[in-house]
């Protein structure tokens, strides 16, 4: 449902450019379950390999700030965007993604993938209607409630500069509970993209308070490009543009107006 009263043109984006949650880890563990990143040069060999929430293996590198005290953190942020800047990481070498996580970050509980996907083809086949509390309903069942606000850069020092502005406030509990960005788009399959994307994460799409919080705190980094967000059931039920039910991928899109010096926020719900 439209409930804005202003126009806006949203950022799609396709399946390929919308893959699941990030790695929730890299490398080595440590007892915590958390990703030990090494210091120095250490840094960018360690976490390189990186793991999802399902246990399948991408390639990436990680920050984890649990892996160094408070008053190491810049200095090891600095490194790490030394190391992985976006716009020099390539995806031919293999890289899906550079991620940081919050200090206070927590693993989801895991969540059963193959009975949220038989539980979503149960529903397509009942006859029922399918909107948007018809998958809200099944996310909170299968306590898959994650989602992301996302918006492109160009690649060079925009996305760098971009990037660095949003891992350090993330790194800082300032913002989401994780942030992901794209690599630079090098390969024939990409086409050599000049854009990347930036995910910011919510712990729960369904707390519309906590979504918006986190919006409001994009805008006051100085972003004033269109934002979108999405719950993470939808990529992970196949729900993209176009689709049958007529449902929207963003349930949320954000345009800012510089004629007001504001934001529009529009709710697809």
């Known amino acids: 449902m439209d ?21 929730s880890g890299a490398g080595p563990h440590n007892q915590t379950g958390r990703f030990r990143t090494s210091k ?16 399948f293996q991408e390639e990436g590198f990680l920050f984890d700030p649990a892996n160094y005290s408070e008053g190491e953190h810049d200095e090891m942020l600095k490194e790490f965007f ?8 390539k995806r031919s070498d293999g890289i899906r993604w ?3 996580i919050s200090a206070s970050y927590k693993e989801e509980g895991l969540t059963n993938e ?16 399918i909107d948007f509390d018809a998958i809200k309903q099944l996310a909170i069942r299968h306590r898959y409630l994650g989602g992301n606000w996302f918006s492109f850069f160009d690649t060079g020092e925009e996305i760098d500069n971009a990037w660095e502005k949003i891992a350090k406030a993330t790194v800082r509990d300032e913002l989401g509970t994780h ?19 930036i995910s910011v994460y919510t712990k729960d799409f369904t707390d519309k308070d906590d979504v918006m919080k ?7 980094l100085g972003f004033r490009k269109p934002i979108d967000f999405k719950p993470r059931v939808y990529a992970t039920l196949g729900i993209y543009s176009k ?12 345009n800012w107006d510089p004629k007001k010096v504001a934001v529009n926020i529009q709710d697809r719900t």
């Open 3 to 23: 409930k804005t009263t202003e126009g806006f043109t949203g950022a799609s984006i396709s399946a390929e450019e919308d893959p699941k949650l990030p790695p």
């Open 40 to 55: 120095g040069e250490g840094l960018f060999v360690d976490s390189k390999k990186a793991f999802t929430e399902e246990g």
């Open 82 to 89: 030394e190391t992985s800047a976006p716009s020099t990481a």
């Open 98 to 100: 550079i991620r940081v």
């Open 114 to 129: 193959e009975e949220l996907t038989t539980d979503w083809k149960k529903l397509k086949n009942s006859g029922k209607m």
């Open 179 to 197: 942030a992901k960005v794209t690599p630079c788009e090098d390969t024939k399959e990409a086409k050599a993209r000049k854009r990347h994307v």
């Open 214 to 220: 986190v919006e409001a705190k994009l805008r006051k």
């Open 243 to 254: 689709n049958q039910w007529g449902l929207s991928p963003s349930i949320y899109v954000s």
